[in-house]
């Protein structure tokens, strides 16, 4: 089946630091690539949708100067966090999904990021 | 709006049995796709089904089954002959047509399968 690497799995870094999370499809041309943001036994929270090629479209809360996505090319996307601070602590998740209806979103298997 | 509605936070079964995950949804949309994932305590999320508005049967994927009434908007998921790994969080979510880029995801429910 469809495959999303996502490095790293697990971040611990200090306050201040940005912190770069890349997302991978590895068998499939990802055309939209989404990132979400899950905190402890909550739901998954839609941060931005990415176009390869395009700039994000970001959900309305998201900050877009904090949480910069990149989605260079048709197998690739990165999120980075800016200056990160122990608020933007979280379980931050990665999906990618072909062109054409009615296709499932695949996930990488998450980052968890902790700031100090 | 809340759009996909999941009402049990937390549902026990035991090993072999039957359990059913309840979800609802609400969307204007005649042209939607529902989709269940696991995420186990690791963290990933892992693809279960799909169930599209226009498809006439219930879609089915090996020990789940996708109860789907589209009148009630519901689409509930079935998990036969539970196992201990069946154990995990469940999530239902939704993609509507005119949104086409846009899933969204209920609550989700913790599901425990006793031995």
């Known amino acids: 089946g469809a495959v999303v690497s996502q490095h790293p799995s697990r971040v611990i870094c200090k306050s201040g630091t940005s912190v770069k999370i890349e997302c991978r499809s590895l068998?499939?041309?990802?055309?939209?690539m989404f990132w979400y943001r899950q905190f402890p036994k909550q739901s998954l929270m839609l941060m931005a949708t990415?176009?390869?090629?395009?700039?994000?479209?970001?959900e309305q809360g998201v900050e877009k100067d904090k949480f910069l996505i990149n989605h260079a090319s048709l197998t690739l996307s990165t999120l980075t966090v800016t200056s990160a601070h122990p608020e933007d602590s979280s379980f931050y998740i990665c999906s990618a999904r072909a062109a054409g209806p009615n296709q499932p979103q695949h996930f990488g298997d998450g980052t968890r990021l902790s700031i100090l | 709006a809340q759009k996909i509605t999941q009402t049990q936070p937390g549902m026990f079964v035991q090993e072999k049995e039957a359990v059913t995950l309840d979800c609802t949804y609400d969307?204007?949309?005649?042209?939607?796709?529902l989709f269940w994932y696991k995420q186990p305590s690791s963290g990933e999320m892992i693809f279960l089904i799909y169930?599209?508005?226009?498809?006439?049967q219930n879609a089915t994927e090996g020990r789940y089954s996708l109860n789907f009434q589209k009148a009630r908007k519901s689409a509930n998921l079935v998990i036969s002959a539970s196992q201990l790994g069946d154990s995990a969080m469940y999530f239902c979510?939704?993609?509507?047509?005119?949104?086409?880029?846009?899933?969204?995801f209920g609550a989700g429910t913790r599901l425990t399968v006793k031995p």
């Open positions: 990415s176009n390869e090629g395009s700039k994000a479209t970001y």
């Open positions: 169930q599209g508005s226009y498809d006439q």
């Open positions: 969307t204007s949309d005649p042209s939607y796709g």
């Open positions: 979510a939704m993609r509507e047509g005119r949104r086409d880029n846009d899933m969204r």
């Open positions: 068998d499939f041309q990802a055309t939209t």
